[in-house]
C-alpha cells in the first residue's frame, strides 16, 4: 500500500532549529579564536621584520 518515506515539516524544522542554534553559539568562540590567530600572525611578520632589519644593518 502506501508508506510514507520522508520528513514532515515539524522534524524538518527542529533540525533547522538545532543547527541554528549550535551556529550562533559557536559564533563567538569562532570570533575570538581568528582575532587570536590574526596577532600571532602579525606577531610573526614583525619579528621577521626586526631579523631582517638587523641583518642588513650587520652587512
Partial sequence: MFQNKG???IEMLLVI?????LSV???PFMNTK???ITD?????QIG???NQ????AII
Avoid: D, N, Q, Y
Avoid at 532549529?17 to 542554534?21: A, D, M, N
Avoid at 600571532?40 to 610573526?44: G, N, P
Fill in 48 to 50: 621577521m621584520i626586526i
Fill in 53 to 56: 632589519a638587523k641583518s642588513k
Fill in 7 to 9: 520528513f514532515t515539516l
Fill in 34 to 36: 581568528t582575532i587570536h
Fill in 17 to 21: 532549529s538545532i543547527i541554528l542554534t
Fill in 40 to 44: 600571532e600572525c602579525v606577531k610573526k
Fill in 25 to 27: 553559539l559557536s559564533f
